[in-house]
């Protein structure tokens, strides 16, 4: 049976027009940019098929647009279209920060923390520097690791905090592992971030860890 002979209320577009795309499996948003299926299975069979072969829809869709092409049921217009709508999906969240607005929500930061860590192959540590209206005033990634930590240096994080006159600075860092629990490294880390910052009146507003899922926020955990 196609996909337009199904009901209505199981149709993933039609299902998204009334319920939100949130409501949406992983396979049926991958099947609404296939458009069709391979010969012989709908577009949500394909998409099934690739995320069963080539997944998880994270790990899927980390791989650059050339390499997602050669995907069977991709190629690359599809390609092109899931990268354009990755990186849309960075630029509004990029948007809420750069435009000179409020952070009134933490999670905002959370999710931009982890649209620009995620990907990486090894451990970044980054800060998002604030100010007095905790309005963005610059994202800096301050420090590579491998793929087992990265050393941080709080006098370099205060440094560039002076150095945008920022009177808030919120930090993260990804766990390439994909476990986003705090480690006792990062937890200390933490502490000595907080202290050297408020040497400088600088305040430490939350520390968020990026691995598979929702990043987890050290100042949720009263850890910050």
């Not at 795309?21 to 396979?27: G, H, K, T």
């Not at 929702?214 to 100042?219: G, L, R, Y």
Request: charged share 25%; proline share 6%; net charge positive.
């Amino acid at each position: 049976m196609r996909i337009r002979e199904w009901p209505a209320t199981e149709r993933p577009r039609e299902k998204l027009l009334a319920r939100g795309a949130a409501a949406l499996s992983d396979a049926e948003l991958l099947a609404i940019f296939l458009g069709s299926g391979l010969q012989g299975r709908d577009a949500v069979e394909t998409a099934r098929g690739l995320l069963a072969a080539h997944g998880p829809l994270r790990a899927l869709l980390d791989r650059p647009a050339h390499a997602l092409a050669r995907l069977p049921g991709l190629g690359p217009a599809r390609a092109c279209a899931l990268a354009a709508a990755l990186e849309l999906g960075n630029r509004h969240l990029a948007a809420a920060l750069e435009r000179g607005e409020a952070l009134t929500d933490p999670a905002t930061a959370g999710r931009y923390f982890a649209r620009r860590l995620r990907p990486r192959p090894h451990e970044v540590f980054a800060a998002l520097f604030l100010d007095n209206r905790h309005r963005a005033l610059a994202f800096e990634e301050l420090f590579n690791g491998t793929i087992d930590g990265a050393e941080v240096h709080p006098r370099e994080v205060v440094r560039r905090a002076l150095a945008h006159n920022a009177a808030a600075v919120i930090v993260g860092h990804n766990h390439p592992s994909g476990s986003p629990d705090p480690s006792a490294a990062d937890r200390a880390v933490t502490a000595r971030l907080k202290q050297a910052l408020a040497l400088v009146e600088v305040r430490l507003l939350d520390h968020f860890v990026v691995g598979d899922g929702e990043p987890v926020s050290m100042a949720a955990r009263g850890l910050v």
